[in-house]
């Protein structure tokens, strides 16, 4: 599957990292495949990195997202690479968050690319999202795809956390969450 999903320029945006249909999405068309290549999948999960993120939940498509946003930095006369720097700023800790038709909020920061300048995330803490350790997600999406038992054991989350080279769970708050992250991707 091509995690690029082809988001338009100048856009920079990781559905697998921050889009909640695209990540059942992901799922679904990982399920029936045969699971004969886990390094390839698990070379998928790898922009995920180590940390946390904020995954979108809304009704808003990946096009749409883009798009809208397309439309407020067109509307603000900011879609150049050089006036949209100046506009988001372009030290590590420069960002503006926008709004979008559903109520949420993204974060907009500026990437050093010339074609995929304008990085787009979803905003801590806004309507429709939810913030998640990113071994919590990997742990839950790689057992949806290889076990998918609707009973979870420890021995099972246990089973496939070696393929992400992280260690067996064994702290009960860990377990639950990634628990939950499983039912959330099920539904």
Request: net charge neutral.
């Amino acid at each position: 599957m091509n995690t690029d999903y082809q988001i338009p320029e100048p856009f920079l945006f990781n559905p697998i990292k921050h889009h909640l249909g695209f990540i059942k999405e992901f799922i679904n068309i990982n399920i029936d495949k045969p699971v004969t290549d886990i390094q390839g999948l698990t070379r998928e999960l790898k922009p995920l990195g180590t940390s946390v993120m904020d995954i979108y939940t809304g009704s808003l498509s990946i096009g749409t997202i883009c798009s809208e946003t397309k439309e407020f930095l067109n509307g603000k006369n900011i879609l150049k690479k050089e006036v949209y720097s100046e506009w988001a700023g372009t030290k590590m800790d420069c960002y503006k968050i926008i709004p979008l038709s559903d109520g949420s909020q993204w974060t907009l920061k500026f990437h050093d690319n010339p074609q995929r300048f304008v990085h787009i995330f979803p905003a801590r803490n806004s309507q429709h999202t939810f913030r998640v350790k990113s071994n919590t997600l990997k742990s839950a999406l790689i057992y949806n795809i290889i076990i998918g038992k609707d009973l979870v054991t420890s021995d099972d989350l246990n089973k496939v956390r070696p393929l992400l080279n992280l260690s067996p769970v064994k702290d009960a708050i860990d377990t639950e969450a990634i628990l939950e992250m499983i039912e959330i991707l099920r539904d």
